[in-house]
């Protein structure tokens, strides 16, 4: 069974950072890329960033470019998200996504921005921003 497992989230303060991990198993990781949807409250489920492992393209949405960075460990089959600069906006549950590579390879596609095409979703986790 494909497996991902979040951790890193909690409480932070404006103007803070936290680590994001996601533990994934269950499938051959180099072909595969990882990412980060959230969703705050009342708002849509929208990506944050994602990771194509092969080539380590990598994608961001534009409110956090800049502010973070994602990684990946293909010998511990782990992805990490630095975040720096939170900001109370930040407040969501960031899930951490995957799907097969070539879904998402075609940057101009639209494709790593649409939920539709992630087929794989771990548990989330909190993250919280005091001001």
């Known amino acids: 069974d494909v497996r991902l497992v979040e951790s890193g989230g909690g409480l932070a303060q404006a103007g803070g950072s936290l680590t994001l991990s996601c533990v994934v198993s269950?499938?051959?990781?180099?072909?595969?890329?990882v990412g980060w949807f959230r969703q705050a409250p009342g708002k849509e489920h929208e990506v944050v960033s994602c990771i194509v492992n092969d080539d380590g393209s990598t994608h961001y949405a534009d409110s956090v470019k800049g502010r973070f960075t994602i990684s990946s460990d293909k010998a511990k089959q782990t992805m990490y998200l630095q975040v720096n600069s939170l900001t109370p906006e930040n407040k969501a549950v960031y899930y951490c996504r995957a799907t097969w590579k070539r879904t998402v390879a075609e940057k101009g596609s639209g494709n790593r921005e649409s939920s539709l095409y992630w087929d794989y979703w771990g548990q989330g986790t909190q993250v919280t921003v005091s001001s």
């Open positions: 269950g499938l051959t990781f180099h072909d595969y890329a």
